[in-house]
């Protein structure tokens, strides 16, 4: 571990130095479970020496990460009092606490969390005795229905209820995601007219997360070299068997939610309309069609130079140009084939078809003149 923390000695010289100091100890327990390390062990700095220059601003935002948590091993813990007092006011009990910290231990270099930051201090209070009520606010407020859920929501109640695995789990939310049956707005995900639908056509069985868990679980057992595989294989054929004709029986039906008016150019089938990184296409509903076209205009990589967000590319009758409807700011695109006299050229010109005797003009026009009526 002491090579590890000089590594990060360049970035980290405050943090690291207790953590040498102690020879590189760790102060932490319960770090180390070789029964829960299933993929690999947790992402620590490896020994090469740190070049904070070298990353990107997301690269190192991510890499404080893992360093402040690695370095938190090797402090002591956090040690703090919670002091509560009740009190009774016309009969109605209210309380307070206040959170006192003794040895900030680990959170030199985690920092302090959230809810920590703005804690009251309820200064010397004594049992029994009465004190003056300095001001009273009421608000009146109607229950709120409870938040969305976040990423990092339903990546804790994946791990409570032994949905995939620590290295799985994110990749199966990008996978709900870009299936369409769930959507990101503001942080926080959102089930899709199409996720509302599956949910109300697929066998209830099938969406329990129970049964994830309980096949989760069978699997790692098998992994240990605990469970069977062969008896769990059986049980999976036949429980797909009969899931599957359930389905062929039932007089449930699916309909895109998103179906439009427009009729696919190929096929005649109705189309899609779906929403990409580059603005809304529409594709043919059709599995064995690939029509597709754009909706909106396409998006280019040319940035507005008033509102800096990407504009969109037309072409028009004089040709291919860049918009930005929000700036109403237009910009005609340029014309790579059409090539200018560079400077270099017109100085081989200058140099070749200068006149000796006759003068005739000095101009790139009339070089140019000269230049198409040489002969040699």
């Not at 402090?75 to 040895?103: C, K, M």
């Not at 949905?163 to 939310?173: H, K, M, S």
């Not at 340029?334 to 003068?359: A, C, H, I, M």
């Amino acid at each position: 571990m002491a090579d590890r923390l000089q590594g990060i000695m360049s970035g980290y010289r405050d943090e690291a130095k207790p953590a040498l100091a102690q020879k590189g100890k760790v102060q932490a327990r319960r770090v180390f479970n070789n029964e829960k390390v299933t993929d690999h062990h947790a992402i620590i700095p490896t020994e090469e020496r740190l070049h904070l220059a070298d990353l990107s601003p997301d690269e190192r935002k991510l890499y404080d990460l893992i360093v402040r948590r690695f370095l938190a091993l090797f402090y002591p813990a956090y040690q703090y009092e919670v002091v509560h007092a009740n009190f009774d006011v016309e009969g109605e009990s209210l309380s307070a606490r206040e959170t006192n910290i003794l040895e900030l231990g680990f959170k030199k270099v985690l920092g302090k969390d959230d809810d920590e930051a703005g804690t009251q201090s309820l200064g010397h209070l004594e049992k029994g005795k009465s004190y003056p009520v300095g001001q009273i606010t009421m608000n009146k407020k109607m229950t709120e229905p409870p938040l969305r859920l976040s990423e990092s929501d339903i990546l804790a109640k994946m791990e409570k209820f032994g949905l995939g695995t620590p290295a799985t789990r994110a990749e199966i939310i990008e996978r709900i995601i870009s299936s369409e049956v769930v959507e990101r707005q503001n942080g926080r995900l959102y089930p899709t007219k199409k996720g509302k639908q599956l949910i109300d056509l697929v066998n209830d069985e099938l969406t329990s997360p129970e049964l994830t868990a309980k096949w989760e679980k069978e699997l790692e057992e098998i992994a240990r070299g605990k469970g069977d595989p062969k008896a769990f294989k059986k049980r999976i054929r036949e429980q797909t068997a009969r899931l599957v004709s359930e389905i062929k029986t039932s007089d449930k039906t699916y309909r895109a939610h998103n179906l439009t008016g427009s009729k696919c150019p190929e096929c005649g089938e109705f189309m899609k309309e779906r929403k990409t990184k580059d603005g809304r296409i529409l594709v043919c509903s059709s599995a064995e069609c690939n029509f597709r076209k754009h909706k909106d205009p396409k998006l280019s990589q040319r940035r507005c130079p008033q509102c800096h967000k990407r504009m969109e590319i037309h072409n028009g009758k004089a040709g291919a140009y860049f918009q930005c409807r929000r700036c109403n700011v237009v910009e005609k695109a340029e014309d790579k084939k059409k090539k200018g006299v560079s400077k270099r050229e017109e100085r081989k010109l200058k140099e070749k078809y200068s006149p000796s005797q006759e003068n005739f003009g000095t101009s790139l026009g009339d070089l140019l003149k000269a230049a198409m009526e040489d002969k040699d």
